[in-house]
Structure formats: C-alpha cells, structure tokens
C-alpha cells in the first residue's frame, strides 16, 4: 500500500545528553518518548502503535510494559542502525491501513559509558564459523568499499576528507555536538589511519543518547497547531554479499532510493535537503550516488569543495553535524537523519544552516556493514 | 585441533570443511544443478537454491578484490576480500604481505588457518 499523504511527523525529539553515566537505557527512552509527544502536543495515552530497534532492553515485551504502553499496532523490525527510518514508513503505512493513529518511534543507547562494540552476533549466526575468525572490525568493512571505490572511480582521500569538513562547518553551531571544532581536509588526513584508506576524522564519533518520533494520521496532525511534515515516500532494502558474488561499489540505496523516490513521485534533483547516514565518510559518498544526486562513480566531485554545506554548495547535508561531529546515539544514526530533515522542514534548524523555504527533504539510513550485509531505509518528507 | 563443541552443535554443516582441511585440502562449496561455487558455505545453493551441493577441492588460486590495513600498524593485519578462481570473494586476511606491496589484483593462494576455536577458515598470502 502506498504511503503517500497518509502520515505525518507530528512530533521529533533529540535527547540532548552524549554521556549518559547516571540514566539508564530505558529511561533515556522514557524520556525520548515524553519529548516527541511534548513536541507532538499528545500525551502517552493518546499512543496506539509503538515501534523500536530490535536493541531496545527486553525487546516490545520489555520496552511496552515498561513503558506503560497499550498499543494496538507494534513493530521492531531491525535492520541496524537505518531501522529507525525503515520504521517511519512502517508507521505511515500502519496509519493507512487503520492499524493505529498514533504511532511512537523510538531509540536509546550507551554505547560510550557501556563502552559497546564488535562484530557480535549470535552463535547461530550463519557466517558465525567463517567470518568472526577473520576478525574484521566495523571499519574494517568501510575501508574495504573506500579501496575499491578509489581504485575503480579514482575518488581520493582529500574528497572524501570534504565529507567531514562540511559536517564540522554544520556542527560549531550546534551547542549539543560532540565536535563542534572547524575542520580542514588537510586535519583529516593528518589524522591517524584506523583501517587504511580511512583516517581517524573518516569515522563517526560514539555517543550515548537517543531520539524519538511521533507519526500520525492526517486528521489529527492538522489539530495539532506543529508544522506539517507529510512521509511523502519510503523506500527500504537489503543488501549482503549475494552468494559470493560481491560488489562494494554500490549500497542498498540503489533500491531503497528509486523505490522511494517512487513512492512520492518526486526526483533527487527536487531535494533540498538530505540527510545521509554517516557513520563513515565512504558510507556518504556512496549514498548520495545511489540515492542519484550524482552518477555513479561521480561522488568525489559531487562531495568536494563545500558541496554539502548549506547555503555553499549544492546540496545541504546533514546540518546537524551528523554522527561525524554531533553524534550517533546506540550506535544507531538513523533516527537523528529524521530528526534533523524535521527541523528543517519545519523551519527549526540553526539559522546559520537552516535552508531556505525548504519543502521536500529526504532521510537515508545504511545498517550494519557496509562491505558485508546492511539494511537500506529511504524516506522522503514533505513540509505542507 | 578438536572444533569446539558448541560450534559443532551450531553449525553442524561446516565441519567437513575443517576435516578436510586439516589434511590440506581447501574445499568450496559447488551446486550440483547450476554448477556454481558459493561462499561463506551452506548446504544449499545460493543462486538456485538447489540443496544438491557438495565440498568439491578448489584450487587455492585467487586475487585480491579490496584490501585495508588495520591496527595495530600497517601491514600486520590485513584484512582483505579475495576473489577464488573458482568465483566467489571471501572475506579473509592477507598473511605474509609486505603492505608497500598489496594492491588490488594482486595474485593469492590459500593458506588454511585454524581459528582459537579450532575451526579453520581460508586465509591467503601473495602467491
């Protein structure tokens, strides 16, 4: 069933904290929770669907409880970090098959104070006997994709540096961000290599916190007196190493993207805005081809020289700071991607990055492993 | 080296390619009906989900795919993605490598490794 004009962002939430020493995970989604409906103008009864990460303590049976949920309509479908943009058009799509009205999104971690990493997985986990004993890590994974990329388009580290730099530019005037410091591309590659080609300042920062979203149908989104953001279009995919058969040159965004991009009937060249996941440089630039802001191949010239900051370049990206400089709550960027494309839909962005009369926008979200198995998640939003 | 137990339980299917390679013998996975080689392996055929698959012996013979250099310096572990004469890439390390050395299409052959959990996996170095 098509999305399209059935639901509404009515209320978004970022949890300010980046070290949660003294709050516990679940409280942190309590307080996302309260924070998206104060900024909806609901109350926790007034929620009939609730959706999370498969992350979240104790799975639905835990977080409904706990929470004090009644839901009618419930969704944890994960696929990583992009899981929180996949369920935005779960959620557009359980208001319009009347499964509920209101429906809360929401996602919390710690990996900073818990100090959470890995390749896990349970022992069931069907590359459990090939691939842990290779012990790649999470960068590892990106790495990979960036040495292929250079060597079958020539991108060069300097382009994907520009990535970081624009980030830095968005994140000084973000009083919440991590890294709030200007960067160049010349402090990028002087800073240390992690997995060769990706340095240090390539990587996203590892951040406590947490976000949550409010979606609602069309009759009560108008009563609310908030701005209206329609979910125009949502794509979502998978993608993995097919068989063997392995491409790192492309993401799961060469089909979340177009089937999105369907959905609301619009093209790249009508956003405006986009935020794209970035929890490594590569993982951008590869995006932003895939999704078609650019031929592929053609990202490095696309990312240079400013072209992802606003009121710069040609596409305005991540103006929060993004998981490189602001953060990446749970290790999950997908949710502050909404968030941000949110606020600038409603015109509640920082002045110095707010993008003017800005009307359509899009969330992209990549989960897990870039090089290995992740999931792709597309939305596109509209202000009204 | 005995597989550990709990993996054996787990993954009942990979043990034949730890006995064979503790003979050195590198096996890959093969469909009988479509006559692809897949990897990582499982008893059934990716491509046409034919369950005819056997452990059939593969040469060893390879090319690097991508490479990156991790911790702890440059060069001491390498991880990489090589694609087998036979077809598939796998996700592997690159032993033995002089890092100046490694690029993309560079030859390999397999080097059998057994794992802390005494499963072996395909490693490879610049033949």
Same mark, same amino acid.
């Given at each position: 069933m098509m999305s399209v004009g059935m639901a509404y962002i009515a209320g978004a939430f970022e949890h300010? /904290?980046?070290? &949660? /020493? !003294?709050?516990?995970v679940g409280r942190l989604h309590a307080e996302c929770a309260a924070g998206a409906l104060a900024d909806a103008g609901l109350s926790r009864d007034d929620v009939d669907g609730f959706f999370c990460g498969g992350d979240a303590p104790g799975g639905l049976l835990a977080m409904v409880d706990y929470l004090g949920l009644k839901p009618r309509h419930i969704d944890s479908s994960d696929i990583g970090g992009s899981s929180y943009i996949s369920l935005v058009g779960h959620a557009a799509q359980a208001i319009a098959a009347g499964k509920c009205n209101v429906a809360l999104i929401t996602l919390a971690g710690r990996p900073r104070t818990e100090a959470i990493s890995g390749f896990g997985g349970p022992p069931s986990h069907p590359t459990r006997p090939w691939e842990p004993p290779v012990n790649a890590r999470l960068v590892d994974l990106y790495a990979l994709c960036a040495r292929r990329h250079m060597h079958e388009f020539g991108t060069t580290s300097e382009q994907l540096a520009w990535i970081k730099v624009a980030a830095s530019h968005h994140a000084q005037h973000n009083p919440h961000a991590m890294l709030q410091k200007v960067v160049t591309v010349e402090d990028v590659l002087q800073s240390p290599l992690i997995s060769d080609p990706l340095h240090r300042l390539d990587c996203c920062v590892v951040s406590d916190g947490g976000g949550a979203l409010i979606v609602t149908r069309p009759e009560i989104a108008m009563n609310l007196g908030r701005p209206l953001v329609k979910v125009r279009g949502a794509g979502e995919a998978l993608k993995g190493q097919d068989g063997g058969a392995v491409d790192l040159t492309y993401s799961g965004a060469a089909f979340s993207g177009p089937a999105a991009f369907a959905d609301a009937g619009v093209t790249p060249a009508d956003i405006q805005y986009a935020s794209i996941y970035d929890s490594f440089t590569i993982t951008v630039l590869m995006q932003l081809e895939d999704l078609g802001f650019c031929e592929k191949g053609q990202g490095g010239r696309f990312v240079a020289d400013g072209q992802l900051i606003s009121g710069i370049g040609r596409l305005p990206v991540n103006t929060d700071g993004g998981g490189l400089c602001n953060n990446h709550p749970a290790n999950r960027g997908g949710m502050t991607k909404v968030i941000e494309a949110v606020r600038q839909l409603r015109g509640e962005a920082h002045p110095a990055v707010q993008v003017k009369d800005c009307k359509l926008a899009l969330a992209h979200g990549t989960g +897990?492993?870039? +090089?290995s198995r992740h999931g792709s998640a597309t939305v596109i939003l509209e202000r009204e | 080296m005995q597989v550990d137990q709990a993996l054996q339980q787990n993954h009942p299917e990979a043990m034949a390619f730890s006995a064979a390679a503790a003979e050195g013998r590198f096996m890959v996975p093969t469909c009988g009906d479509c006559g692809k080689a897949h990897w990582y392996?499982?008893?059934?055929?990716? $491509?046409? $989900?034919? $369950? !005819?698959v056997t452990w059939e012996a593969a040469s060893g013979r390879g090319e690097i795919y991508s490479y990156c250099n991790g911790e702890? &310096?440059? +060069? /001491?572990n390498v991880i990489a993605y090589v694609k087998l004469a036979e077809g598939p890439t796998v996700l592997t390390h690159i032993l033995d490598a002089d890092p100046a050395a490694l690029r993309i299409g560079l030859p390999v052959k397999v080097v059998l490794q057994a794992a802390k959990d005494g499963q072996y996996f395909p490693a490879f170095t610049p033949s």
């Open positions: 300010p /904290t980046r070290k &949660a /020493t !003294d709050i516990s +897990g492993w870039l +090089g | 392996p499982r008893a059934f055929c990716p $491509f046409c $989900f034919s $369950f !005819d702890p &310096a440059p +060069g /001491t």
